[in-house]
């Protein structure tokens, strides 16, 4: 099983819960539903994933946390975050919960010319317009 380094207190992770609430809603999970508890989880890696991919400095009004060993990331402070950096969370906590549909990365829908629709590989593509913006790092995308 995989561990996770949970996100330092004060950061913008403390919204997973209500992301994953929300998250929940728009899936339609009933309360008792026995997948609504990996909801958060998926919250938190989304927003993890995020967080990597913005490669933020560091400045006034964010936090540090490790993601590993030698590795740290740079975050949003609790109640920073921009709006669209919270809708990005929520759509791809959604994407991340719906993937387990798609078996052999075929989502089960087809395409115009009836070709399989495929997953991509990028968790982050469906969102990628939502964090540009904010991308302070650089890298290779």
Same mark, same amino acid.
């Given at each position: 099983?995989?561990? %996770?380094?949970?996100?330092? @207190? #004060?950061?913008? &992770?403390?919204?997973?819960?209500? *992301?994953?609430?929300?998250?929940?809603?728009?899936? $339609?999970?009933?309360? /008792? &539903? !026995? =997948? $609504?508890?990996?909801?958060?989880? &998926?919250? $938190?890696?989304?927003?993890?994933?995020? =967080?990597?991919?913005? =490669?933020?400095? !560091?400045?006034?009004? $964010?936090?540090?946390? !490790?993601?590993?060993?030698?590795? =740290?990331?740079? /975050?949003?402070?609790? #109640?920073?975050? !921009?709006?669209?950096?919270?809708?990005? @969370?929520?759509?791809? /906590?959604?994407?991340?919960?719906?993937?387990?549909? @798609?078996? %052999? #990365?075929? /989502?089960?829908?087809?395409? +115009?010319?009836?070709? +399989?629709?495929? *997953?991509?590989?990028?968790?982050?593509? #469906?969102?990628?317009?939502?964090?540009?913006?904010? *991308?302070?790092? %650089?890298?290779?995308?």
């Amino acid at each position: 099983m995989t561990s %996770f380094v949970a996100a330092t @207190a #004060g950061t913008w &992770h403390d919204q997973a819960p209500a *992301v994953a609430e929300q998250a929940a809603n728009l899936l $339609r999970l009933e309360s /008792t &539903h !026995p =997948d $609504r508890p990996a909801l958060e989880v &998926h919250a $938190r890696a989304a927003m993890r994933a995020i =967080d990597q991919r913005l =490669d933020l400095q !560091p400045a006034t009004g $964010r936090m540090r946390y !490790p993601l590993g060993p030698g590795w =740290d990331a740079v /975050t949003y402070a609790s #109640g920073q975050a !921009p709006e669209e950096l919270q809708s990005a @969370a929520l759509q791809l /906590t959604q994407e991340l919960y719906e993937r387990r549909k @798609a078996l %052999f #990365g075929v /989502t089960g829908a087809a395409s +115009p010319t009836g070709e +399989p629709v495929r *997953v991509s590989r990028d968790q982050l593509a #469906g969102v990628e317009y939502l964090l540009l913006p904010y *991308v302070e790092g %650089f890298g290779i995308a």
